[in-house]
């Protein structure tokens, strides 16, 4: 008879485990992450580390070839003994009420109006818009040939209207709120369409019902489309709050800071004391630094009011 043999007995293999959930959220987001990744770096290098650069050069001497040495708050001392400190958070602060007066409420009104409009709606949107698409340089510099004292386009329409001149960019009296100007003309279509997508996303029942109780259209206003938008408007105010508390493009191009430093910004002064004083760049740092923290509060409080507004 023939021996019978006995195979050996194969062992089952052992079970994978399969992946937990957050093994599998982080395989399906792997991709996200790499991007997450990518834009962490870029804010890294060009928005955070700038950031920690400006805090510690207000606190050193330094020429950016050399070794720096600490100086602790002897550049904060510099910077607010300057005569010129008060001037440039004088025009800084009266350039934000005006710019918030004219850039702030203009664009929200033009924006009720198109909102209103059944014609020619996307015509006037893009002419509105038009002035964001062109780089801020030559928008200045159009205004510079509008301010222009003599063949300027607005002494121009003065004349025709039997008005006097005006020494636009010349004169203490109106250089600032001609850059005020410049400012508005600028920024105003970002603001319009951030309105009208606010304005398009109310309710129309409720403008109905406000008809039938007979309220007219500022009533409408008051009632309705203000309290429908406020978290927009109160976004709206800080950014612009942000936005005009940093100009620079406007002075440097259209007044250089006069006439008599009617027009010398905070931004403006950073400038002049990195790159005209001699290459301060810890003073010019350490009024930078100044100015973040009270941008800092402002978001603050900002935040702070939303937050309120949303309970």
Same mark, same amino acid.
């Given at each position: 008879?023939?021996?019978?043999?006995?195979?050996?007995?194969?062992?089952? %293999?052992?079970?994978?485990?399969?992946?937990?959930?957050?093994?599998?959220?982080?395989?399906?987001?792997?991709? %996200?992450?790499?991007?997450?990744?990518?834009?962490?770096?870029? #804010?890294?290098?060009?928005?955070?580390?700038?950031?920690?650069?400006? /805090?510690?050069?207000? #606190?050193?001497?330094?020429?950016?070839?050399?070794?720096?040495?600490?100086?602790?708050?002897?550049?904060?001392?510099?910077?607010?003994?300057?005569?010129?400190?008060?001037?440039?958070?004088?025009?800084?602060?009266? #350039?934000?009420?005006?710019?918030?007066?004219?850039?702030?409420?203009?664009?929200?009104?033009?924006?009720?109006?198109?909102?209103?409009?059944?014609?020619?709606?996307?015509?006037?949107?893009? /002419?509105?818009?038009?002035?964001?698409?062109?780089?801020?340089?030559?928008?200045?510099?159009?205004?510079?040939? #509008?301010?222009?004292? !003599?063949?300027?386009?607005?002494?121009?329409?003065?004349?025709? /209207?039997?008005?006097?001149?005006?020494?636009?960019?010349? $004169?203490?009296?109106?250089?600032?709120?001609?850059? /005020?100007?410049?400012?508005?003309?600028?920024?105003?279509? $970002?603001?319009?369409?951030?309105?009208?997508?606010?304005?398009?996303?109310?309710? !129309?029942?409720?403008?109905?019902?406000?008809?039938?109780?007979? %309220?007219?259209?500022?009533?409408?206003?008051?009632?309705?489309?203000?309290?429908?938008?406020?978290?927009?408007?109160?976004?709206?105010?800080?950014?612009?709050?942000?936005?005009?508390?940093?100009?620079?493009?406007?002075?440097?191009?259209?007044?250089?800071? !006069?006439?008599?430093?009617?027009?010398?910004?905070?931004?403006?002064?950073?400038?002049?004391?990195?790159?005209?004083? !001699?290459?301060?760049?810890?003073?010019?740092?350490?009024?930078?630094?100044?100015?973040?923290?009270?941008?800092?509060?402002?978001?603050?409080?900002?935040?702070?009011?939303?937050?309120?507004?949303?309970?």
């Amino acid at each position: 008879m023939g021996t019978l043999t006995m195979e050996p007995r194969r062992q089952a %293999a052992p079970r994978r485990r399969p992946p937990s959930r957050r093994g599998r959220a982080l395989r399906s987001n792997l991709s %996200a992450y790499g991007f997450l990744c990518a834009a962490l770096f870029c #804010f890294a290098m060009f928005a955070w580390w700038p950031i920690v650069k400006e /805090v510690l050069l207000s #606190f050193q001497q330094t020429n950016l070839v050399d070794e720096p040495t600490w100086v602790g708050l002897d550049n904060f001392r510099t910077v607010v003994e300057d005569p010129a400190f008060g001037q440039a958070w004088r025009n800084t602060l009266v #350039f934000t009420l005006l710019a918030l007066v004219c850039g702030f409420v203009v664009p929200f009104a033009v924006a009720i109006v198109l909102n209103e409009l059944r014609h020619a709606r996307a015509y006037l949107r893009f /002419v509105v818009y038009l002035p964001v698409m062109l780089p801020p340089i030559v928008s200045v510099l159009l205004f510079r040939w #509008f301010y222009d004292p !003599g063949p300027g386009l607005f002494n121009q329409v003065l004349d025709v /209207v039997g008005l006097p001149a005006l020494a636009w960019l010349d $004169s203490t009296d109106t250089a600032l709120i001609s850059l /005020v100007i410049v400012s508005t003309w600028m920024n105003l279509g $970002s603001g319009v369409l951030i309105y009208l997508a606010a304005l398009q996303n109310i309710p !129309g029942d409720l403008y109905e019902a406000a008809e039938l109780d007979g %309220a007219g259209i500022l009533k409408r206003i008051r009632h309705v489309t203000i309290p429908q938008t406020r978290l927009i408007l109160l976004l709206m105010l800080m950014l612009q709050i942000v936005a005009t508390m940093q100009v620079f493009i406007e002075p440097y191009m259209l007044t250089g800071g !006069g006439p008599e430093n009617a027009t010398v910004t905070v931004a403006y002064l950073m400038y002049q004391y990195a790159f005209v004083y !001699g290459g301060n760049y810890g003073a010019g740092s350490a009024l930078g630094l100044m100015l973040m923290i009270v941008l800092l509060t402002v978001a603050a409080v900002q935040l702070r009011l939303t937050r309120d507004e949303k309970r």
